[in-house]
């Protein structure tokens, strides 16, 4: 089976490099282009690609960058609780500057520093990551595509990359770039990674 892992594209909390978790904030302009030049970008590397199954966040900017990059309707998308953004609590829709050092130091290095009171844990986030890609192992897929979000992103390439925090931190996922993994038997392996220059 190969895991195709995709963030949503970008939206206006983003451009305003605010906080943006469990806002159902939908895709910009530039957002809903980034997925349209993404799914061309597929379709030049990996001619005539069809996935089997598209998973997204029950979020819109997840439904519908994986109903385009995927190239279904967004009703055929299945929707997983599980692969929804971290929940930043208070900070949710705060300036990335402006979030004080507590979360600050969380988000840029949690192998060091705690989460702040009402924000997610990676421990949270590893738990569900990892729940949804073992029972998505179990299905009978050739080629499936995972639409979700920068934070969960982190934990679901920690289980396929098999990292020993469950997490890889860094470098971070950019809007719309693609990452496929193969997994067989248990084991797993990165393939590449489809980014638009």
Known sequence: MKIWITRHGQTNLNKARLMQGLTDEPLNETGLEQARQTRALLEETHPGIVFD???????????????????????????????????FGRYEKKCYWLVGPRMTLYWGFPEYFPAP???????????????????????????????CHGGIIRALTGYLEDAPRGYIWRPRPHNCEVRIYESSGGKHRFLEKIQQT
């Open 117 to 147: 009171s009402t924000v997610e844990t990676t421990e949270q986030m590893i738990r569900r990551a990892h729940g949804f890609l073992r029972e998505l192992e179990q299905k009978d897929y050739e080629n499936v595509l995972v639409a």
């Open 53 to 87: 199954a598209v998973y997204a966040s029950p979020l819109k900017r997840a439904i519908v960058t994986g109903s385009i990059i995927g190239n279904v309707p967004e009703d055929q998308i299945i929707r997983d609780e599980r692969i929804i953004e971290a929940d």
